[in-house]
Nanobody
Framework: QVQLVESGGGLVQPGGSLRLNCAAS????????MNWYRQAPGMQRELVAT???????NYLDSVKGRFTISRDDARNTVYLQMNNLKPEDTAVYYC????????WGQGTQVTVSS
C-alpha cells in the first residue's frame, strides 16, 4: 500500500535551516506530483510547495526564495530544504501525493523559536 514517511523536523532558531525528507513507497513515484503542506495550530492547512513528475516547482508566496522542493526518483524521496526560517513557519509539515484526497504522511513538527 502507499506509504509516505516524513522526517527531518525539529526545533531551530530564527534564521536557521532544516531539510525535510519524505520517503515514499507503494506506487510508481516518478509518475506523480508530490506536495508539501503545513498546518499551524488553529490554522487551515496550506500548500507550501509542489514538484511535478517533470521537476517543475511551485511555492507558497511566503516561502519563495527561502524553501526549495526537490525529488530523487531513484530513492523515491521528496525533500523540502527550508532556509532562513521564521517563527511563522512553525507548523506540522505533511507530505502528500495523488491530490488533496490522496495519500498523506504522518507529519513532522517544525518549530522555529529562540
Amino acid at each position: 500500500q502507499v506509504q509516505l514517511v516524513e522526517s527531518g523536523g525539529g526545533l531551530v532558531q530564527p534564521g536557521g535551516s532544516l531539510r525535510l525528507n519524505c520517503a515514499a513507497s507503494g506506487f510508481t513515484f516518478s509518475f506523480y506530483v508530490m506536495n508539501w503542506y503545513r498546518q499551524a495550530p488553529g490554522m487551515q492547512r496550506e500548500l507550501v510547495a509542489t514538484i511535478t513528475n517533470g521537476g517543475r516547482t511551485n511555492y507558497l508566496d511566503s516561502v519563495k526564495g527561502r524553501f526549495t522542493i526537490s525529488r530523487d526518483d531513484a530513492r523515491n524521496t521528496v525533500y523540502l530544504q527550508m532556509n532562513n526560517l521564521k517563527p511563522e513557519d512553525t507548523a506540522v509539515y505533511y507530505c502528500n501525493t495523488h491530490g488533496d484526497g490522496g495519500y498523506w504522511g504522518q507529519g513532522t513538527q517544525v518549530t522555529v523559536s529562540s
